[in-house]
């Protein structure tokens, strides 16, 4: 089931309502129904791989608490491969076999191996590592063994975050699963705007700028470099609002069960470096590889080539992580050479900075880091959205051509007409865009709800009456899919 | 918590409420501006911006825009000359399958209008695809009435009636003016093959698939039922360039099992003018084609009053003959 649908405009409230009419005791298993029909509205079959899942760490957080030394390790072990290996199945068996296909034939091997595409069970990445964290987490000792099947279940398949993350921890949501929540009226009218901010970025800003973005990319050969161009920016406001939209989403609708659920995105485009992108970023995966990767290595307490490789290590996971295809690898590659040139470079950076006088000037310095940043991440980006590493060489190869056409007036009102772009939606975008950038830049901080809060009630009431007309009027036509529910 | 629920419902109820009536005072504000112009038929798209209440009406055209160029370019009161008859035309142009004729005319009754035969121009086409019924936005450039609402839920279901409601705050709704061409003047100088190839594939865009013929041939026979309990029907394939349609052997055996079921006669008309000059496009009658057609072949066709299952052509407009 899509947020952006009107099945879900029907299934939320009824899910609410009940939630809050049933005793506390009899929640959990509303909650547990509720999310395995949320899940088996894509293919119903698929729940068997969640449940598998569920009582294979159910048992073994169960086993690793009791069990000590050697016995505890080969617990986590044969869990973390079990996760792991539905991962391998669904999603990287097709892609393992095409490879190895590629390279037989290389070195004349005749009999290829059996490739078979199957479907990719919705959310799998995401509920995989929620799992893994528990039973790592068991296994540290930082999290007990849940008795409760149903509410470990629970904690798997919580619909909100199913699909698409945050990936929780443990200790985090386990212990709000337990709690008794009442209904508050300031924290479900909260839940409520955020769910309505994360739709206004998802089916009005994300939908629309994805027609610019599928026109280029979907034949990048027929374009010039300025639409290129265009359309990979676009591409990184598109996959920033779809994400974070769903994230609002997910946040906002746990919120008003209740549930608080950790903060995914925290204005990534608004970073100095790469580094700091990606505190910004899908927060809850880069934490998760952090945690569980990057720190078991060694992290940072390690010889500088030590760090680099475990930079690379956790950058090619997440990339794979992503998806079955070599650009994500490459994009990933690519995200960990960011990281590992700005420590490399830091030094000189700084020599750089100071050199031409722009530490004098922070406020410039700041703009530049972030214009730099951002054309790191958006260069990367292409990597992304291409179908194949041919298909983002050509589009690397035409962002450098045909920027004659762009001059005088005729050529930028082309431009529109390139990208598929009539003059209400590039008004719709901007008026739309600049209402989340200026909610996220607002001075003092704090968020605009909390400023809204202090007007009077008439214009508050004015204020979610326009954001619902405008969602309402400029969602963009066609229900597209969530971004990241193919991961 | 108690106290919280009822403020919340309270609010919610109170919010939700003033935004509904906000938003049925700029619909039906909306649609009263574009009404204003009193649109006759030649002027407008729309079937119900031009649709009556309590009236008779000599004849009610349905069908595609082959029926509807039957109004466009001021043709309406040319053929309302020929065949000396009032005619409503609620054939509707960019594909009016079955679902937007058969809501059509649920209002046109609804309204209490009467009328002494109904004249339904049938394609085959538009029974092999949803393109052409259900998933057309059929209620674009309608005024906002709860009667074709109910019909536009009844057939689009939700998300066609919020398009509908919404449609009625854009501005190209606002700003519709009437169009008063005076005539079509555009001419095919000759059949080409390849044209007309690429047309069919557009109209065919599901294939033809006899399933969905079956669905769409059992909606037609509702309107059937509904039409002949009110008044009498006629079937009338119109005039093309376009040559053998896929599907036209199963509409004609269909328009036969009609005829013989319930009394319903039809006239093959495809082959009746096949001079190109006489069509704007390989499958719309330019004006000189639409007066042609309407005195020559229509209205000896209504006026025989469908004796025979098949009225041939009187004679072959023009000195050409369709190339098979």
């Known amino acids: 089931m899509l947020f952006n649908s009107l099945e879900f405009l029907v299934f939320f409230p009824t899910v609410v309502a009940l939630y809050f009419l049933l005793r506390h005791r009899a929640r959990w298993l509303l909650l547990l129904v509720a999310s395995s029909i949320f899940y088996m509205w894509f293919i119903p079959a698929y729940i068997l791989v969640l449940v598998f899942t569920i009582v294979v760490d159910y048992v073994a957080g169960l086993l690793i608490e009791r069990a000590q030394g050697f016995r505890r390790r080969a617990i986590l072990t044969c869990s973390i491969v079990a996760n792991v290996g539905c991962l391998v199945v669904f999603k990287y068996a097709p892609f393992i076999a095409r490879n190895v296909d590629a390279l037989a034939a290389q070195v004349g091997w005749i009999p290829p191996l059996p490739v078979i595409d199957v479907i990719l069970p919705i959310g799998l990445s995401f509920h995989t590592f929620q799992a893994m964290s528990y039973t790592i987490e068991v296994y540290r000792g930082h999290q007990r063994a849940e008795r409760h099947f149903g509410l470990y279940a629970l904690y798997v398949m919580f619909f909100p975050q199913l699909v698409a993350g945050p990936i929780e921890r443990p200790q985090n949501l386990l212990p709000q699963l337990h709690r008794e929540h009442t209904f508050e009226y300031e924290r479900v009218t909260s839940g409520l705007k955020l769910m309505a901010w994360g739709m206004l970025k998802k089916v009005v800003i994300a939908d629309r700028l994805s027609r610019a973005v599928d026109l280029v990319y979907d034949h990048p050969g027929a374009h010039r470099g300025p639409a290129v161009l265009l359309a990979t920016v676009f591409f990184a406001y598109q996959i920033y609002c779809d994400f974070s939209g769903y994230s609002d989403i997910a946040i906002g609708s746990a919120r008003v069960l209740g549930i608080r659920l950790m903060e995914n995105f925290r204005c990534p485009y608004h970073s100095r470096s790469v580094r700091e992108f990606w505190r910004r970023w899908h927060i809850s995966l880069s934490t998760w590889f952090k945690d569980y990767v990057f720190i078991p290595l060694g992290g940072s307490r390690t010889s500088r080539s030590g760090q680099y490789r475990n930079l690379m290590v956790v950058f090619l996971l997440s990339g794979l992580w992503h998806g079955a295809n070599w650009t994500f690898v490459i994009w990933g590659a690519l995200h960990g050479l960011y990281l590992v040139g700005s420590i490399a470079t830091e030094r000189l950076r700084r020599g750089l900075v100071a050199a031409v006088g722009l530490d004098r000037h922070p406020r410039l310095h700041a703009a530049v880091q972030v214009v730099i940043t951002f054309a790191l991440v958006d260069f990367a980006w292409i990597l992304f959205r291409a179908t194949s590493l041919a298909a983002a060489a050509k589009v690397v190869s035409r962002l450098f051509r045909g920027w004659g056409a762009l001059l005088g007036a005729a050529g930028f009102a082309g431009l529109g007409t390139e990208l598929g772009l009539d003059r209400l939606d590039v008004v719709v975008l901007l008026v739309s865009v600049a209402l989340v950038e200026g909610a996220a830049r607002l001075p003092e901080g704090g968020s605009v709800w909390d400023r809204l809060a202090e007007r009077p009630v008439w214009v508050r009431w004015a204020a979610y009456s326009a954001l619902l007309w405008w969602i309402v009027f400029f969602a963009d036509a066609g229900q597209r899919q969530f971004i990241y529910f193919v991961f | ?324």
Not at chain 2, 149 to 175: C, F, H, M, N, P
Not at chain 2, 266 to 292: M, Q
């Open chain 2, 1 to 324: 918590m108690h106290r919280d629920v009822v403020r919340f419902v309270a609010r919610a109820a109170t919010l939700v409420a003033l935004n509904a009536l906000v938003l049925a005072a700029l619909v039906y504000a909306s649609s009263a501006y574009v009404l204003r112009h009193h649109w006759r038929n030649w002027e407008t798209e729309s079937d119900l911006a031009i649709m009556p209440a309590r009236e008779h009406v000599d004849l009610v055209f349905l069908g595609t825009s082959h029926a509807r160029t039957f109004s466009r370019a001021s043709n309406h009161r040319r053929v309302e000359m020929a065949l000396d008859r009032r005619i409503l035309n609620l054939a509707r142009g960019g594909g009016g399958g079955v679902v937007p004729m058969r809501a059509a005319l649920s209002v046109f009754f609804e309204r209490g209008n009467t009328v002494d035969t109904i004249v339904y121009f049938i394609d085959p086409w538009v029974l092999y695809s949803a393109a052409w019924n259900e998933d057309n936005a059929f209620y674009e450039g309608e005024p906002f009435s709860l009667d074709f609402a109910r019909q536009v839920y009844r057939y689009a279901g939700a998300r066609g009636l919020r398009d509908y409601v919404l449609e009625k705050l854009t501005w190209s709704w606002i700003d519709a003016a009437p169009d008063r061409t005076e005539q079509d003047e555009r001419i095919v100088p000759a059949r080409s093959a390849d044209a007309a190839a690429k047309r069919i594939a557009n109209l065919y865009n599901a294939g033809t698939d006899p399933a969905v013929f079956r669905k769409y041939a059992a909606l037609l026979e509702d309107l059937v039922v509904f039409a002949t309990a009110r008044t009498r029907l006629v079937f009338v394939i119109p005039p093309t360039l376009l040559g053998d349609e896929p599907g036209t052997p199963e509409l004609r055996a269909l328009l036969k099992r009609f005829r013989s079921t319930y009394g319903v006669p039809f006239f093959d008309l495809r082959d009746s003018i096949t001079t190109p000059a006489l069509f704007g496009d390989h499958d719309h009658l330019n004006t000189r084609g639409v007066t042609l057609f309407a005195a020559e072949f229509l209205r000896p066709a209504l006026d025989g009053d469908g004796r025979g299952p098949q009225t041939p052509p009187l004679r072959t407009a023009g000195a050409g003959r369709r190339p098979s």
